[in-house]
């Protein structure tokens, strides 16, 4: 049985002046990647996010699953949850986000971000391994991942598809925003790598256009 290693609150989060809400998206950065492939970085876009932590930690239906691997199954490192496009999203300010973060980027993304789906990364031990969003279109048209973390800050490594390069690295928690865009899907990869240090358990809601997985 895991440890559990609790969530330690951010310094930074105003929870107690605006509740939890989000900010302006005028502070986002770009970066090129190369290959057509880009990400927008928001510090701290949504606020209240430990509070939003806590909510969706004890409120959303988490599952576990396991998968194939070298002819054994194992247990996948983090707990899964998913809500289609008819489904209400855990908590109202992530049906807000999506419908800004749609009209944030209707100009280059041609349509609105449909789905949720969310990863629980308990401690350290929890990961995930290299890979694209290439289910469904991503694999061949360009389309766009946005993800707001939420708890204690883990890295995100992207790297070009199949290593070859230095990975890009950010540090993710506490109502950050990230928006992979362009080719990133299918020309580069993401990870979010298991840790020895200790550290308190994270939330990743990842936002995703039709037919994206």
Known sequence: MRTAVHLQPSLFDDADRRGIALGPLGGLRRRQLGAGAWVDVLTGWLSGADELFE???????????????????????????????????PHPVLGDARAVLSAHYAAELGEPFRTLGLCYYRDGRDSVAWHGDRIGRGAREDTMVAIVSVGE?????????????????????????????????????????????PVGPRISIQFRPRGVA
Request: net charge positive; glycine share 12%; charged share 20%.
């Open 55 to 89: 909510h969706l930690a004890a409120q959303v239906p988490w599952r576990a699953e396991q998968r194939e691997m070298y002819e054994r199954t194992v247990e996948v490192p983090r707990l899964l949850a998913s809500y289609g496009e008819g489904d209400p999203p």
């Open 153 to 197: 800050p883990r890295a995100l490594l992207l790297r070009p598809q199949g290593g070859g390069g230095p990975a890009v690295r950010h540090l993710l928690g506490h109502g950050d925003l990230l928006v992979m865009g362009g080719s990133c899907q299918r020309t580069w990869e993401h990870a979010v790598p298991k840790t020895a240090r």
